[in-house]
C-alpha cells in the first residue's frame, strides 16, 4: 500500500464543506501528512465572457480578477474558524496545511491536474446530493474526479442544513 503523505482536499466553499475538512485534517493526522487546499472557480464560456465584456466597466472586471485573492482570504479565514474548533482535538490542524490556491478553470481537470503536480497521494472532497434529473444531465465534479483519478479519492457527502462545523456565512 502507498504512503500517504500528501492530500490534496478540494472545496467549493460551501457552509458545510467543512464536514469534508474534518475528513481530510483526520486523515492528515492519521497519515503524519501535509494537505493541500484547493478552489477552483469555474470557467466561464465564450458566450458570457462577450456578454460580461459588453456590459461590465474596467473597474468591475479588475474587481472580479481580484476575486482569487480574496478567496484565497476566505479559506484562510475559515481554515482558522475551522481549527479553532477542533484545537482541542488536533492543535496541529493548521500546521498540516502546506498550500492554499485558488485557480481558474475546469473544477474537475483542475483538481486533476493540481493533484498531478503537487504529487498527492489521495484527494478528498466534498459531494452535494443531487437528484436523479440533475446528476443526469450535470454530471458531478466529484463522479469526474473519480473516473479519471489514478489516486485514491475520498468523496464525502455533503449534509444538508447547518452542522455543528458549518461555515457560518
Known amino acids: 500500500m502507498p504512503e500517504i503523505k500528501n492530500i490534496l482536499y478540494a472545496t467549493d466553499l ?11 485534517t ?13 478552489h477552483v472557480f469555474e470557467k466561464i464560456t465564450p458566450s458570457v465572457k462577450a ?4 456590459y461590465l466597466t474596467d473597474e468591475q472586471m479588475e ?11 476566505m479559506i484562510i479565514e475559515r481554515l482558522n474558524v475551522f481549527c479553532d474548533r477542533v ?24 483538481i486533476l491536474k493540481k493533484a498531478e ?18 446528476h443526469a444531465f450535470l454530471g458531478s465534479v466529484a463522479e469526474k474526479v473519480l473516473r479519471r483519478s489514478r489516486r485514491p479519492v475520498l468523496s ?3 449534509p444538508e ?8 456565512e
Open 51 to 54: 456578454m460580461v465584456d459588453m
Open 87 to 110: 484545537r482541542a482535538d488536533d492543535p496541529s490542524c493548521a500546521f498540516r496545511v502546506a498550500t492554499i490556491d485558488a485557480v481558474e478553470g475546469f473544477p474537475a481537470e483542475m
Open 63 to 73: 474587481a472580479i480578477a481580484k476575486r482569487g485573492e480574496k478567496t484565497t482570504e
Open 156 to 158: 464525502i457527502p455533503l
Open 161 to 168: 442544513g447547518d452542522t455543528d462545523l458549518s461555515f457560518k
Open 117 to 134: 503536480e503537487l504529487q498527492c497521494d489521495a484527494i478528498v472532497m466534498g459531494t452535494h446530493g443531487k437528484g436523479f434529473i440533475e
Open 26 to 38: 483526520d486523515m492528515a493526522e492519521k497519515y503524519d501528512a501535509v494537505l493541500h487546499i484547493l
Open 14 to 24: 460551501s457552509k458545510n464543506s467543512a464536514f469534508a475538512f474534518q475528513y481530510a
